[in-house]
T-cell receptor
Framework: NAGVTQTPKFQVLKTGQSMTLQCAQD?????MSWYRQDPGMGLRLIHY???????DQGEVPNGYNVSRSTTEDFPLRLLSAAPSQTSVYFC???????????????FGPGTRLTVL | GNSVTQMEGPVTLSEEAFLTINCTYT??????LFWYVQYPGEGLQLLLK?????DKGSNKGFEATYRKETTSFHLEKGSVQVSDSAVYFC?????????FGQGTRLTINP
């Protein structure tokens, strides 16, 4: 089991460029999510998905798009990068069982993005 | 609204010292509570959890008790090691969403 994998590990973009952060999991988890981590602010939820074909917005969705065509993959797209999107991005997944009150989330190693 | 407030860091301790990192939450109902740890250059890992009031989560010598009356979930360890140096996040589980505190950076000196 590779768990949750993310690529790339590091990326530098210029303002206005677009790119896709990749996330994949091999645990057959239904739930996947993207967070950004900024100093002093903890992790904030960008988008999440409860299953293939279903996505929803989190706390800070502006400037980001997602899609979920398969259970395994959940890419995050930056359409026109801005310096405010400089951050560390984490993908996470969890099993969506009957007990929705407890679903341990497994995190990828993160992508450090710098927008100049 | 829903939120988690953690003790501000950074926290620096000597090896074998006692550790407490405070965490309080504001949420609807009685959510599951978690402590996650992030070692340098890595993603977050679940450290311990508690799913109902008065539950005590424990792992690697760390403990935290779910206190409904004070809406708290303080992290404690009796004797810290250099290898415990990391960032610690308190979180609660809402409806399929984790709500995190801002994180507390812990440094243990030998």
């Amino acid at each position: 089991n590779a768990g949750v994998t993310q690529t790339p590990k590091f990326q530098v973009l210029k303002t206005g460029q677009s790119m896709t952060l990749q996330c994949a999991q091999d645990m057959n988890h239904e739930y996947m999510s993207w967070y950004r981590q900024d100093p002093g602010m903890g992790l904030r939820l960008i988008h999440y998905s409860v299953g293939a074909g279903i996505t929803d917005q989190g706390e800070v969705p502006n400037g980001y798009n997602v899609s979920r065509s398969t259970t395994e993959d959940f890419p995050l797209r930056l359409l026109s990068a801005a310096p405010s999107q400089t951050s560390v991005y984490f993908c996470a997944s969890s099993y969506s069982g009957g007990r929705s009150s407890y679903n341990e989330q497994f995190f990828g190693p993160g992508t450090r993005l710098t927008v100049l | 609204g829903n939120s988690v407030t953690q003790m501000e860091g950074p926290v620096t301790l000597s090896e074998e010292a006692f550790l407490t990192i405070n965490c309080t939450y504001t949420a609807t109902g009685y959510p599951s509570l978690f402590w996650y740890v992030q070692y340098p250059g890595e993603g977050l890992q679940l450290l311990l959890k508690a799913t109902k009031a008065d539950d005590k989560g424990s792992n690697k010598g760390f403990e935290a008790t779910y206190r409904k009356e004070t809406t708290s979930f303080h992290l404690e360890k009796g004797s810290v090691q250099v290898s415990d140096s990391a960032v610690y996040f308190c979180a609660f589980q809402g409806a399929q969403k984790l709500v995190f505190g801002q994180g507390t950076r812990l440094t243990i000196n030998p």
